[in-house]
């Protein structure tokens, strides 16, 4: 058995979850905050067989869309102006784990 932990931008949770819910997959998910650009995210932990891994990958690779997104970066502090310029960032798409479970109880 395994353990996906998948971390999607908010704005894929719900075609993702409604996609997971399709293929009778028991999917738990949690609110999350990412550290880089501090955007919600939607944790997915997602308990399956070994040999149902590669179709939840395929499901979370189709639906977790990678967008550009602008920051603003503060480099060069100290010269003229403030220093500060919009910068380009790739967001979304999914960061996924999968963990070997060495015990499972559902109660």
Known sequence: MKLIIAVVQDRDSN????ALVR???RVTKLASTGGFLREGNTTFLIGVDDDQVE???RIIR???RIRKSWI????G???E???SYPVEVQVGGATVFVLSV?????Y
């Not at 075609?15 to 409604?18: C, D, E, N, P, T």
């Not at 603003?72 to 480099?75: D, F, P, R, V």
Request: aromatic share 4%; charged share 30%; hydrophobic share 25%.
């Open 55 to 57: 179709k939840v990958l």
């Open 62 to 64: 189709e639906n977790s």
């Open 81 to 83: 102006g403030d220093g």
């Open 77 to 79: 502090a100290g010269t």
């Open 72 to 75: 603003t970066s503060h480099m």
């Open 15 to 18: 075609r993702l979850s409604r």
């Open 102 to 106: 060495e015990r499972f109880e559902h």
């Open 23 to 25: 293929e009778n997959l």
